[in-house]
């Protein structure tokens, strides 16, 4: 085979496994970062990303009131300056909040190997807006490497991980094709991942939110418990308690 060949064969490589170490939802090879629980209780977490994101946050909040559900939001920072009061009202109703940096920029990973500005700046802003100090984190892109595990540790942070609920939830699919998905992804222990905003953009999330209500009943029917992720994996969720 001509040197091209085996060249672009070793960049793939190389590129394949630098995705599964520092982006693949269940690679622990730097460290913890939970993605479920072992158990055989019908116990699962469901996790928004990326709101507040009106309207879309506001249905959502109440479809989970509806159903009597808490569930888990990894907020990037910068909405919460937007939507102050959305990010209090979703703690108010006693769902949890977690950091997911301040702007969601995956390129800023790569600016300093730490991510501390990212994670500090979230944390004030948070603990501001909310007073409430996380004790959870959740990377844009699910992003991990040791000196951002290391940093998380030290900042008192827990990354949190999960299970994709949907492929076609990024493309703005119907409920109904995000539902069907999700039902098929949820096991017990299980830490699943919804989208009710995008990044920092805001937009269309009619199709996720939607899901919610069409799969809460049917897993209550299958006698599945819905718990905030610091319940199923027993850690804290906030520093300031
Ligand atoms: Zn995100």
New binding site residues.
């Given amino acids: 085979m001509p040197l091209v060949i085996w060249t672009i064969i070793f960049l793939l490589a190389i590129l394949g496994l630098a995705y599964y170490l520092t982006v693949w939802f269940k690679t622990q090879a730097f460290g913890y970062f939970p993605y479920a629980v072992k158990t055989n209780k019908k116990i699962i977490a469901l996790t928004f990303?990326?709101g507040p994101n009106p309207p879309y946050t506001n249905e959502l909040l109440e479809i989970l009131a509806k159903h009597q559900v808490l569930a888990t939001f990894?907020m990037?920072a910068k909405n919460l300056e937007k939507f102050p009061e959305l990010a209090r009202e979703i703690v108010a109703a006693g769902h949890v909040i977690g950091n997911?940096s301040y702007c969601?920029q995956f390129s800023n990973h790569f600016k300093t190997l730490k991510f501390e500005k990212e994670i500090t700046r979230a944390q004030t802003v948070i603990e501001s807006i909310t007073g409430k100090k996380p004790a959870l984190y959740r990377s844009?892109w699910l992003f991990k490497q040791p000196w951002l595990l290391k940093n998380l540790k030290a900042h008192g942070l827990t990354p949190v991980a999960g299970f994709f609920s949907s492929n076609w939830e990024v493309w703005k699919a119907p409920a109904e094709t995000i539902a069907k998905d999700a039902l098929k992804v949820v096991a017990p222990g299980r830490i699943i991942i919804f989208?009710d905003g995008f990044?920092t953009q805001g937009g269309y999330r009619a199709g996720s939110v939607g899901a919610i209500d069409i799969i809460i009943p049917e897993l209550k029917k299958q006698g599945y418990e819905f718990l905030t992720v610091d319940k199923l994996l027993g850690v804290n969720a906030y520093q300031n308690l």
């Fill in positions: 990303d990326d990894f990037p997911h969601h844009p989208h990044d």
